[in-house]
């Protein structure tokens, strides 16, 4: 597995966790790492990523100002803060290799590049 997330879980609205992803460098060290989220009966939506220089960020309007997403290049490790959160957060999160397109940033297509979802419920 080169893409190991963890974090998830169950939070009361208003409420915070942390996901983490282990990543294997080698393999994705020239992409963009980032998450996304698909809850059930939607489309994949795209929530935050990162470069591996930390330079560059993206967030989804719909998480600015509660997610941070932020790496530790020592550990290959990407982090998702997410604060304040609510009912409609709740979602299978995943970590996965992707890339930016103009000011969005999209995963690789091949599920390979994903890591296996992590659960987030955030009840009212």
């Known amino acids: 597995v080169q893409l190991q997330a963890s974090g998830g879980g169950l939070v009361q609205a208003g409420g915070s966790l942390r996901l983490s992803c282990a990543v294997s460098?080698?393999?994705?060290?020239?992409?963009?790492m980032g998450w996304f989220r698909q809850a059930p009966g939607k489309e994949r939506s795209s929530i935050a990523a990162i470069s591996w220089s930390g330079l560059i960020t993206y967030y989804a309007d719909s998480v600015k100002g509660r997610f941070t997403i932020s790496r530790d290049s020592a550990k290959n490790t990407v982090y998702l803060q997410m604060n304040s959160l609510k009912p409609e957060d709740t979602a299978v999160y995943y970590c996965?290799?992707?890339?930016?397109?103009?000011?969005?940033?999209?995963?690789?297509?091949?599920?390979?590049?994903w890591g296996q979802g992590t659960l987030v419920t955030v009840s009212s």
């Open positions: 460098r080698r393999t994705f060290g020239n992409y963009v």
């Open positions: 996965a290799a992707g890339r930016l397109y103009g000011s969005d940033w999209w995963p690789l297509e091949d599920d390979d590049y």
